[in-house]
């Protein structure tokens, strides 16, 4: 079995194993104690303390361990909005920001502050320029992610960070992704990551929070982790999460630069082999390890099976998973392709063998499951009406596309092809099939049911 799902959750690392095991008989006391034993977890968790922060590249005592990414996410937007009340209550992010972050800024609104979303090229970049302009005299905090969790494009952060700081507004960065392969560049003020991303244990995060930041931990606190990550340390955990991080940073270069040729080969190869893909992510500014592409005709969680039956672990951000019957907002924000969507992150060590086979299994994969929904295998002319209406009330992608494709030869060319649907999905896959068939897509316009989309047929 090939797990290619490591921005997920990485494997754990062989450094992160041994350093776990080893602290189990050292690292079980209370840190905060005087006698022997508290003293020597208080060295461990020293010890691990600096070198996580040597790694993010900041200060020791700038650095707290939290019970995960996500926790680490929540403490630190919490604690910079209260930190600067008295500046306003306005937060930006941007529009491809993980859960956690968006999560963060949906209860901060609910709680009467104020949120701007800045929007991202069609590659899943903000623009520099466009971020600066967002910011406000009320602005309190800005956030903005080092490299996405879905597609892998690197954002701005040292330019929107020299923004930030002219304006005297914090940014915090979520540098998960990232963190494994290398210091994230630029004048931050708050980071998070997560251990679990880099081949450490699962339940430990770091929040790194520059000394001037004005910063109020919420909720209850205890005198552990300086306040802002209550509760007793596991330091088994953070001793191997920390071990683990150095590691892979030690071998970041040399991996990086191999896995990156592998997700080049996939880049470039399955658009010739696999008919009607987008890859989609910034094709230079992105992380090493993570390629990603959609497939028109494709249910994404089918397809998700059929890879796993032949022997390879991926991920999807489609409308078609089982998690979830709405597009991933990263695609959707990027305005990009989601169904049949595959998101391929390479763990340190894969073999190009297995990337080989991969590319050898997957069109057909592909071709069966389009094979299953009746997808058109080309496009052919039939009839002369000026219009048609395609009634996909009710169905789910990737069938609203598929149908449209089937009859858009019943129509000459200027003439349209209206398709009824209720699938969010369709609002953004119709444009998309659109532009990759070379149509026209004339627009939507509220249906009794769902929504009309309008397509004119170009040839």
């Known amino acids: 079995m090939s797990y290619f799902d490591t921005a997920s959750s990485a494997p754990l690392h062989p450094v992160a194993r041994q350093a776990l095991v080893a602290s189990l008989d050292e690292g079980w006391a209370d840190p905060a104690r005087l006698y022997r034993e508290g003293r020597r977890a208080r060295l461990l968790l020293d010890a691990a303390r600096e070198a996580a922060a040597d790694a993010v590249g900041c200060r020791a005592d700038e650095l707290v361990f939290t019970p995960s990414g996500t926790r680490a996410v929540h403490a630190g937007i919490a604690g910079a909005l209260a930190g600067r009340r008295r500046a306003g209550r306005h937060l930006i992010v941007s529009a491809v920001e993980h859960s956690s972050v968006l999560h963060s800024a949906a209860a901060h609104e609910a709680g009467g502050g104020t949120v701007t979303e800045v929007p991202v090229d069609r590659g899943g970049a903000v623009d520099p320029e466009a971020y600066a302009a967002a910011l406000r005299e009320d602005t309190a905090l800005a956030c903005l992610q080092s490299a996405n ?12 960070a020299a923004a930030c700081r002219a304006a005297g507004v914090p940014l915090l960065v979520d540098a998960a992704q990232s963190l494994p392969w290398g210091p994230v560049d630029g004048d931050w003020s708050l980071l998070t990551g997560s251990a679990h991303k880099w081949g450490g244990p699962a339940g430990v995060g770091l929040l790194a929070v520059r000394k001037g930041v004005r910063f109020a931990p919420q909720g209850p606190v205890d005198e552990r982790e300086s306040g802002r990550g209550a509760g007793f340390e596991n330091i088994p955990a953070i001793v191997a999460a920390a071990a683990s991080l150095r590691a892979v940073r030690a071998e970041a270069a040399r991996e990086g630069a191999r896995l990156r040729e592998l ?26 390890h993570l390629v990603t592409f959609s497939c028109l005709y494709v249910d994404g969680e089918t397809l998700l099976h059929e890879l796993d039956r032949a022997g390879f672990s991926v991920s999807s951000g489609s409308s078609c998973t089982s998690s979830t019957l709405t597009p991933s907002h990263v695609l959707k ?16 060590g894969t073999e190009a063998a297995e990337v080989e086979r991969f590319l050898d299994v997957l069109p057909g994969a592909v071709a069966e499951v389009r094979e299953k929904l009746g997808a058109p295998v080309a496009a052919t002319a039939r009839a002369d009406g000026e219009s048609l209406v395609v009634d996909a009330v009710g169905k789910r ?11 858009i030869g019943d ?18 896959d119709i444009p998309a099939w659109c532009e990759m068939r070379g149509q026209e897509y004339v627009g939507e316009r509220p249906a009794d049911h769902g929504s009309a989309y309008v397509v004119r047929r170009n040839s």
């Open 263 to 288: 997700t080049e080969r996939i880049r470039a190869r399955v658009p010739g082999c696999v008919p009607d893909v987008e890859v989609v992510g910034d094709p230079v500014r992105r992380l090493p």
């Open 411 to 428: 129509v000459p060319v200027g003439g349209t092809v209206t398709v009824l649907a209720d699938d969010e999905a369709a609002r953004l």
């Open 149 to 160: 969790h879905e597609v892998g494009t690197e954002q701005p952060v040292a330019e929107v």
């Open 397 to 407: 992608c990737p069938i609203p596309v598929i149908e449209l494709a089937k009859v």
């Open 333 to 348: 924000a990027m305005g990009v392709l989601s169904e049949g969507n595959v998101r391929v992150s390479l763990p340190v």
